[in-house]
């Protein structure tokens, strides 16, 4: 099966893989742990995420979800589009977003 960038998914595709990454970066902004997205994203749409995130802290996991789908779909792709994940034709990431996380964290040098 061929591997797609995100603006080559059908867009239910896309839509698939939008929704599992607006959960993962949800996980990830509630544990702190985006600074390794952070240092990818030159273009400012993890602080626009971020933002609209703080002012919508009252909402639950689900309406957040919908609302970064509806309201920062942009910076979602944007930030995709950047990290260059392949995805199956059906918007899955080729490798799950959690691996993906472990393993570019692995690779950062350590230490002085």
Do not use: C, S
């Amino acid at each position: 099966m061929a591997t797609k960038l995100i603006d080559e998914l059908t867009p239910e595709a896309q839509q698939k893989a939008l929704t599992d990454f607006a959960a993962f970066y949800l996980a990830k902004y509630h544990d702190e742990g985006l600074d390794l997205i952070a240092q990818i994203d030159a273009k400012g749409d993890v602080t626009e995420i971020n933002q609209w995130l703080m002012a919508n802290q009252v909402f639950t996991t689900t309406e957040l979800i919908a609302g970064l789908l509806a309201d920062r779909r942009e910076n979602l792709l944007a930030l995709l589009r950047v990290l260059k994940t392949p995805f199956n034709e059906n918007g899955i990431p080729d490798t799950p977003w959690l691996d993906w996380y472990q393993t570019k964290l692995a690779a950062i040098p350590q230490g002085r």
